[in-house]
């Protein structure tokens, strides 16, 4: 007994590998005749494997995954707990055969069904543990962990439901497991993760979110979603005051949005307006505005789209988000791309040109002419060019002419036809202002114009002297 306590104590103390010649008695401490000897020996382990002071290679090499197995038989919980995870860490070393490994899971499975909750909980993060690269993993899915996994989603326990929907997030990344998560009968597991996301344990809702979104990227499982009642417990995630909480929420809405089939659901059932008071509160939340942008350009296309942003404040969330200052490029590019959209619908359009201040003017015209970042300098530009010119777009638009001539100028140069059309689309529009003609007059845009024009004319001369190809020559080619 003073050898195995003599190595808890130097686990818990060593801060350095162990010395392989300190290996050699471990192995006759875990054979011991005394149980309070072996799991004193076991702890010792359990520690040094924890701080990677033992060598997971060498400790099988040892041949002590034979007592650490046979302890998993004991009885006893605390030495069921440390022998679990033990075998866990040794069984994520990649060097280890499929045979030995599975031998370490077969056992572990049986714990996770364990009465014992202390058990069942350390059974649970030892089966997480080994979800986190993707040999064990494989082998986890072949020796059927996921039925047990997908059983303890209903656990009592908020840690083991924990660690089992985790564990089922990690195996979700993976489309290869997929059909064995889906074979389970009725929709089992997808009805499990809906249960646990109206648990009032905000970690594991937001875990059963995002496994939930892992595998709504596959088209099979969003249809069986479809068939169950998962925008209830979904809205009740997005009113949640933090944004850790909601943000695995809006961002499996913002993937379940892009699936043609959710649409016309999502917005009978008030998702839009849902949406809007959330820009309203949680403007700081880059991933909240981000996908917010999204939801909103996915379910604004269609009449009844539309009068649900029309009613709501989808589009007030936005505008105000467009003009915070702590928004990076990326997040920006999800609001202007919003807002562009919202600009090719008439109804829309009428709105959001007469909501706009001279904040959101001035704001569209600098970052139209920046040059970090081409598809925001783009998506500023398209807004402006859709503008409809009343009396007081062209009062908010005559200070900055100048900033858009010669952004205009910097597009016109541009080798992206793109660029170049826009260009013409925006002094078409601009144009209706006699303020923004006089300043374009005699303008180098002006010249440069009338130049693309020449080119253009003389290219289409040139092309009507080719023989035009037969439809068929076109069609080979």
């Given at each position: 007994m003073t050898a195995a306590v003599y190595y808890l104590r130097l686990s818990h103390q060593l801060n350095s590998p162990l010395p392989d010649d300190f290996m050699e008695p471990i192995m006759p401490l875990l054979l011991s005749i005394h149980f309070d000897v072996q799991k004193s020996i076991l702890l010792a382990v359990v520690n040094l494997l924890i701080k990677n002071n033992v060598c997971k290679e060498l400790v099988i090499e040892m041949g002590m995954l034979v007592p650490l197995l046979e302890l998993f038989q004991s009885g006893d919980a605390t030495a069921q707990c440390h022998s679990c995870a033990c075998i866990a860490m040794l069984a994520s070393a990649e060097s280890n055969t499929d045979a030995l490994l599975v031998d370490g899971i077969i056992p572990l499975l049986a714990l996770a069904k364990s009465y014992d909750p202390k058990v069942q909980q350390d059974a649970a993060w030892a089966l997480l543990y080994l979800t986190q690269s993707d040999w064990p993993t494989r082998i986890l899915c072949q020796a059927g962990a996921i039925p047990v996994l997908v059983l303890l989603l209903q656990s009592s326990d908020p840690e083991v439901q924990f660690?089992?929907?985790?564990?089922?997030?990690?195996?979700?990344?993976?489309?290869?497991?997929?059909?064995?998560?889906l074979s389970i009968g009725s929709h089992y597991l997808l009805k499990s993760l809906l249960t646990l996301m109206s648990s009032s344990v905000q970690k594991n809702s937001a875990q059963a979110?995002?496994?939930?979104?892992?595998?709504?990227?596959?088209?099979?499982?969003?249809?069986?979603?479809?068939?169950?009642?998962?925008?209830?417990?979904?809205?009740?995630?997005?009113?949640?005051?933090?944004?850790?909480?909601?943000?695995?929420?809006?961002?499996?809405?913002?993937?379940?949005?892009?699936?043609?089939?959710?649409?016309?659901?999502?917005?009978?059932?008030?998702?839009?307006?849902?949406?809007?008071?959330?820009?309203?509160?949680?403007?700081?939340?880059?991933?909240?505005?981000?996908?917010?942008?999204?939801?909103?350009?996915?379910?604004?296309?269609?009449?009844?789209?539309?009068?649900?942003?029309?009613?709501?404040?989808?589009?007030?969330?936005?505008?105000?988000?467009?003009?915070?200052?702590?928004?990076?490029?990326?997040?920006?590019?999800?609001?202007?791309?919003?807002?562009?959209?919202?600009?090719?619908?008439d109804p829309l359009k009428c709105k959001l040109s007469a909501t706009l201040t001279s904040e959101h003017v001035s704001r569209l015209v600098k970052l139209s002419g920046q040059s970090g970042n081409s598809q925001l300098s783009y998506n500023c530009a398209a807004i402006i060019s859709k503008l409809d010119m009343s009396a007081e777009m062209r009062h908010l638009l005559r200070p900055h002419y100048l900033n858009v001539i010669e952004y205009l100028l910097a597009f016109l140069q541009r080798r992206d036809v793109q660029f170049q059309q826009l260009v013409i689309i925006t002094v078409f529009n601009l144009q209706k202002d006699e303020g923004f003609v006089s300043q374009l007059a005699d303008s180098e845009l002006e010249v440069q114009l009338w130049k693309v024009q020449a080119q253009t004319e003389e290219t289409r001369r040139l092309l009507q002297r080719i023989q035009p190809l037969s439809p068929s020559c076109v069609l080979n080619h």
């Open positions: 660690y089992s929907c985790t564990a089922l997030c990690n195996i979700a990344a993976k489309q290869e497991h997929h059909p064995k998560m979110c995002r496994c939930l979104q892992t595998l709504s990227m596959n088209v099979l499982i969003q249809e069986q979603l479809m068939e169950l009642e998962w925008v209830l417990p979904l809205k009740g995630l997005l009113k949640d005051s933090a944004p850790v909480w909601t943000e695995p929420a809006i961002t499996l809405l913002s993937d379940l949005s892009a699936h043609p089939p959710n649409k016309d659901i999502l917005i009978s059932e008030g998702v839009l307006d849902g949406i809007g008071q959330l820009l309203r509160h949680h403007r700081s939340s880059c991933v909240i505005v981000a996908h917010s942008c999204k939801i909103i350009t996915n379910l604004c296309s269609s009449c009844t789209g539309q009068q649900a942003v029309l009613e709501g404040l989808c589009l007030s969330g936005p505008l105000r988000a467009f003009l915070l200052p702590t928004l990076g490029d990326e997040t920006l590019l999800h609001v202007t791309s919003c807002l562009q959209h919202m600009m090719t619908l």
